[in-house]
DNA sequence: TCAATTCCCATTGACGCCCATAATGTCCCA
DNA sequence: TGGGACATTATGGGCGTCAATGGGAATTGA
């Protein structure tokens, strides 16, 4: 499989690194992917990581956008301004800095999350709570009800 | 016959691994399926395994939202975020991984429930009660009795 | 020069591959 | 039609491999 799928908690440990799942390393490593971008999810308390194409994908969708509109601003703020570019040591290993931590509440633990073309950092628990809610809301709203 | 029917209770060795009856995996190999998604299912408590066609019929309907929605977002989370990629041993034997426990409760037994196009985990007694409560409503509806 | 990061190696535990055995069902033939 | 040989399934367990984790040493950079 070649895309971002399930989830995983691994611990971080004293110098603050966390194993990225095995599985994700290999989607990353299967597109060649040395280079990680990362920004916080516009929804979610929660930072998507993926490669470069992830960026481009959102310049492209920006560029939709009326220029001068309050959402263009605020997408580009996040996008360009909220972005970095990262890289896994040599055991396939994040780590998992102050900007992570700010905008997930991650503290000593790390779950990751599968979002096809991306995955996503997650405090565990908010992970959790808002993986129920999510579902509740597809009840809902129809999703499963065939 | 190339769908899953009928059911079936099968134990949990000490490794935490189940057989998927014969007729399951029948119908598995008849598709060439080798990896199997598994996702919590939207209103029982219990888990659907099918193939890769299964979680793809889920993303073309992700496909017909606006992908930066927020309602494209949230179900992106639990269809990708809160499913998982399986395969089954040399033997045929699934692993109960704590996933499939925490949403079934299932702990030293497993049923296989036939659903057609996938089939299904549940807790033995879990599924007798389902059981005996979709048959009754049945009996109400009309169905039987024309 | 000090602190933070990266490289490298060790440990542990989980998982997959392999083989063995028991239980069950099926088929063939007397 | 009964019985027995055979096949297949379900199950148990040994063992090697790899992922996740921990920590020392080297390197980088401010």
Redo the contacts with the bound molecule.
């Keep these: 499989m070649n895309r971002f799928l399930s989830n995983?908690?691994?611990?971080?440990?004293?110098?603050?690194?966390?194993?990225?799942?095995?599985?994700f390393?290999?989607v990353l490593a299967s597109s060649k992917t040395e280079e990680l971008y990362c920004f916080q999810d516009f929804v979610f308390p929660a930072v998507s990581v993926g490669g470069p194409d992830l960026l481009e994908r959102f310049e492209q969708q920006i560029a939709r956008l009326d220029p001068f509109s309050p959402e263009a601003n605020r997408m580009s703020l996040v996008i360009h301004g909220g972005g970095v570019f990262m890289?896994l040591?040599?055991?396939?290993?994040l780590?998992v800095?102050d900007f992570i931590r700010n905008h997930t509440g991650i503290t000593s633990e790390v779950t990751f999350v599968g979002r096809a073309d991306h995955f996503q950092l997650w405090q565990p628990q908010a992970y959790e709570d808002m993986q129920a809610a999510a579902r509740a809301e597809l009840r809902l709203g129809g999703l499963g009800s065939r």
Tied chains: 1, 2.
């Design positions: 995983a908690t691994n611990k971080i440990d004293a110098k603050g690194r966390a194993s990225v799942p095995a599985s390393r290999a890289k040591d040599q055991e396939g290993r780590m800095t």
